[in-house]
């Protein structure tokens, strides 16, 4: 939502697995700030998924996937990537996941395990990066590599993100 204050956003789509916030709506947001609601009518919601081919999300500007690849199972990671990049095919993505060496500097979290019961797996840097470099190289995107959060000497910042920019032919 943040976005939508900060940038001049002609439309944005919000697309939820779960059915009933789809068909929520604005209604699922709430309480937010009244100063959103100037921006609420350029606001789509859709149910879809990132593992499915959806055509109502071909020619957008941009596809954020915010700590969203984590909690699909591997083998559907190429079915993501078809979806997004492929069928979508948006001029930018960007891709937020949780950096897995972080993950010694949380105290409460046991070794081996992951920062939330539903995450299927978690990258280390270079997964990720291989990851992201064989997505961009088989749908024509260039992609560079950002930290978010404090970067820590030994094991990276927190979140690792990948912007993916659309190379044109």
Do not use: C, I, K
């Not at 943040?2 to 929520?24: D, E, F, G, K």
């Not at 954020?64 to 997004?84: Q, S």
């Not at 950002?146 to 927190?158: Q, Y």
């Amino acid at each position: 939502m943040r976005l939508l204050r900060r940038l001049t956003v002609a439309a944005a789509a919000l697309a939820l697995l779960a059915p009933a916030l789809a068909h929520a709506g604005t209604e699922a947001l709430q309480p937010f700030p009244s100063d959103l609601l100037t921006v609420m009518d350029r606001l789509t919601f859709l149910q879809s998924s990132v593992t499915y081919a959806d055509e109502r999300l071909a020619g957008l500007d941009a596809v954020v996937l915010m700590e969203v690849v984590e909690h699909v199972d591997p083998p559907r990671l190429p079915a993501l990537a078809h979806a997004v990049f492929r069928t979508a095919r948006p001029a930018a993505v960007v891709v937020t996941t949780p950096n897995s060496e972080y993950n010694v500097r949380f105290p409460s979290l046991q070794a081996g395990t992951f920062r939330h019961p539903d995450h299927r797996f978690e990258w280390t840097r270079p997964e990720f990066g291989a990851w992201a470099g064989e997505v961009a190289d088989r749908y024509g995107y260039t992609v560079e590599f950002r930290p978010v959060g404090a970067v820590d000497p030994e094991v990276g910042p927190p979140t690792q993100l990948a912007l993916f920019r659309r190379e044109e032919a």
